[in-house]
């Protein structure tokens, strides 16, 4: 079974450049997560996805993030502009749907750089 | 609001020298505590969940155990493929303000040394 796809895996960008990461869930996942990992830090949760509706995204600076998950399926992440403090891991995840949340299966992640 | 906090942040053991690590947690209504494991350049593996204080859970050389207040990951005989980053998280469970939402914390580097 092929397990969370991001691409891409690296990023280098200069800062008020855009960004955009790409995810594609676990087959019959219903339920989509965006996290940023800082350098020695655990993951923190951007947003989470139920089918098409993002049902948690207290935590996603609308100011220059935007994310979007159109037919329920792959999911993309946008920044723009990214600033310096952007640079990190980008990780998705993907687990069954309601009720149960457990099991996140991560993606690899997009490393990004802001230069 | 939820909080995880992970010790030693850092450990090195010889191949073969058992020891813990440590997850401790402040949460409204626990639904589940995560373990991880994360190698470097990846995304996190998941190991075992936990439902309730008195569980236990085995893979391998490893078993987590659950109180009200944390857990721990017990590392029996490690070897070197052992080496990795263990992440522990918290889920809130209905009725808090964060239901379903993972909470981690910063992880433990494990070091196991040939």
């Known amino acids: 079974e092929a397990g969370v796809v991001q691409s891409p895996r690296y990023k280098i960008i200069e800062k008020k450049q855009p960004v955009a990461f790409w995810c594609n869930p676990i087959s019959g996942h219903n339920t989509l997560y965006w996290y940023l990992q800082n350098l020695g830090q655990g993951p923190e949760l951007l947003i989470r996805?139920?089918?098409?509706?993002?049902?948690?995204d207290s935590q996603l600076p609308k100011d220059r993030f935007s994310a979007e998950r159109l037919k329920g399926v792959d999911s993309t992440l946008k920044i723009q502009p990214a600033e310096l403090g952007d640079s990190a891991v980008y990780l998705c995840?993907?687990?069954?749907?309601?009720?149960?949340?457990?099991?996140?299966?991560f993606g690899p992640g997009t490393r990004l750089t802001v230069l | 609001e939820d909080q995880v906090t992970q010790s030693p942040e850092a450990l090195r053991l010889q191949e073969g020298e058992s020891s813990s690590l440590n997850c401790s947690y402040t949460v409204s209504g626990l639904r589940g505590l995560f373990w991880y494991r994360q190698d470097p350049g990846k995304g996190p593996e998941f190991l075992f969940t936990?439902?309730?204080a008195g569980e236990e859970k085995e893979k391998e050389r490893l078993k987590a155990t659950l109180t009200k207040k944390e857990s721990f990951l017990h590392i029996t005989a490690p070897k070197p493929e052992d080496s990795a980053t263990y992440l522990c998280a918290v889920q809130e469970g209905a009725g808090g303000t964060s239901y379903g939402k993972l909470t981690f914390g910063q992880g433990t580097i494990l070091t196991v040394h040939p």
């Open positions: 996805y139920e089918n098409e509706e993002a049902v948690d």
């Open positions: 936990l439902y309730s």
């Open positions: 995840a993907s687990s069954s749907g309601l009720p149960s949340y457990n099991e996140q299966f």
